[in-house]
Structure formats: structure tokens, C-alpha cells
């Protein structure tokens, strides 16, 4: 408690109507990148605003930013750094997303929380995605709800995307990815639709133009390849001004 005494008191949104009327004023901002990304946060936070202001200037974008992060915990290079001097530069709050207690119980307590205002959990997005419904063309008959749901759409997706790199880490010789990552990179994918579907809006940043192919942030393609991303409307890549 001592901790959270220090800084403005944060609020956990507890219901998905609180957390539809608080956030969709807003216009959500995310930046995926590496945790064990080595270069200079401050360089690279630098370019990301500089890409931003220009990308919403030509999108004309007008409401105010919040960033939101996915309790990565702080560290004094990487995403975490990168996110906090972002945040600072644009003179934004942070909105936080942390796993449920039941899916990672370690993954809240470790998050940083520097200038977050609003805090809410993993499942209350995947609610508030499902209540979109895949458009189809066919009829839906009895029994396809459960088929249409966005986050199941998702999970295939993903464990499909694993399957595929889990292949590929063979012929190298390398072990299957880690069994976490389908959570991580759902996370990642439910949080990017699910605030796209609150705020109508979104903008998804990368803090480098070189994504490891095995990474959680490469799984970026899946909400890409389903469309809950839009690559021209919705994405921000990383160019680096000095190159």
C-alpha cells in the first residue's frame, strides 16, 4: 500500500460498462517492442513520439492519448523504460491491462505502475470483445455461438501461429517456444481489439523496425491477418531518423 501512497491513487475499473464510459474519451495508444531491447530508451522513445505526432497529425486524431501498457515489468532498458519515457515526453497517463490472478499470478505485482490512472484485467477485455461477433455470411444455426467468438477466433490464431513457428525452431534445431506464450501474445492481441472496439480508434507503435521473428510482439501479424488491425489506418512503424 505504501507504494501506491507515493503516486496518484490509480482506479480499477471493475465492471465493462465502467471501463466503456472512462475509456472511450480517450485515444489508445500502444507500443510493442522487446523487453530485452539493449539500444537507449531515451533515443528510441524520442523517435516514437517524433513518429506519432506525425502520424496523428495526418490522421487527425483529436481525442486525448492514453498509453496503455501490459504490466511489464520495469527495467532500465526495453519496453517498460521505452513506454515510461513515451508517456512522460507526450504528457499522457497510463492505463494498465494485467492478466487475471487465475492466468498469471505473479504478472500484476510485477507491473510497473508509474503514472497509471486506470487499472483493469485481462478477462474484462476478452468480455467486452466477444460482444462483437465475427460478421459471416453464412445463417448462424444453433450451437455457433461459442464458434464466433472473437477471443476463440484469436486463440486458433495464435496457436496456430505457434504451431507454425514451432516447425520452423525445429528445422534450426532449437527448442518449442516457451508454454506461456500463448498468453502473453493473447494479451497483446486482446487488449490492441478490444480497446479498438472501445475507443473506435487505436494506434499500435513499434519501438523497432526489427521484430524477432520469435517474439510475443511478432505475433502482432494475427490481429493484422484477422483485421481487428488495420496496417494503414491503425499502426505506427518504427523509422529511425539517424539511418
Known amino acids: 500500500e505504501m507504494i501506491t501512497m507515493l503516486m496518484q491513487p490509480i482506479s480499477l475499473l471493475r465492471s465493462v460498462l465502467s471501463i466503456q464510459s472512462t475509456l ?14 539493449t539500444r537507449d530508451p531515451t533515443v528510441v522513445a524520442n523517435q516514437i513520439v517524433s513518429n506519432l505526432r506525425q502520424s496523428w497529425k495526418e490522421r487527425n486524431v483529436t481525442k486525448p492519448p492514453i498509453l496503455i501498457t501490459q504490466g511489464d515489468p520495469l527495467t532500465e532498458k526495453g519496453i517498460s523504460a521505452i513506454t ?119 494506434t499500435v507503435a513499434h519501438a523497432t523496425g526489427d521484430i524477432a521473428e520469435f517474439s510475443v510482439t511478432s505475433f502482432y501479424e494475427v490481429g493484422l491477418e484477422l483485421g481487428f488491425i488495420d496496417e494503414k489506418t491503425d499502426m505506427v512503424n518504427y523509422y529511425d531518423s539517424s539511418e
Not at 472511450?24 to 531491447?37: A, K, N, T, V, W
Open 84 to 202: 515510461r519515457i513515451v508517456a512522460n515526453e507526450l504528457g499522457v497517463k497510463r492505463c494498465l491491462v494485467c492478466l487475471d490472478e487465475d492466468i498469471d499470478p505473479d504478472h500484476s505485482q510485477l507491473a510497473d505502475r508509474h503514472d497509471v490512472v486506470y487499472e483493469l484485467k485481462y478477462s474484462q477485455l476478452v468480455e467486452i470483445l466477444n460482444q462483437q461477433k465475427m460478421t459471416t455470411d453464412e445463417e448462424d444455426g444453433p450451437g455457433d455461438d461459442d464458434k464466433e467468438k472473437m477471443s476463440n477466433k484469436l486463440t486458433v490464431a495464435i496457436n496456430n501461429k505457434i504451431a507454425m513457428k514451432n516447425d520452423k525452431r525445429k528445422t534450426l534445431g532449437q527448442d518449442n517456444l516457451a508454454d506461456w506464450y500463448p498468453k502473453y501474445a493473447l494479451l497483446q492481441e486482446v487488449t490492441k481489439a478490444a480497446f479498438k472496439q472501445i475507443s473506435g480508434e487505436v
Open 24 to 37: 472511450s474519451p480517450f485515444h489508445p495508444l500502444l507500443i510493442e517492442g522487446h523487453s530485452r531491447d
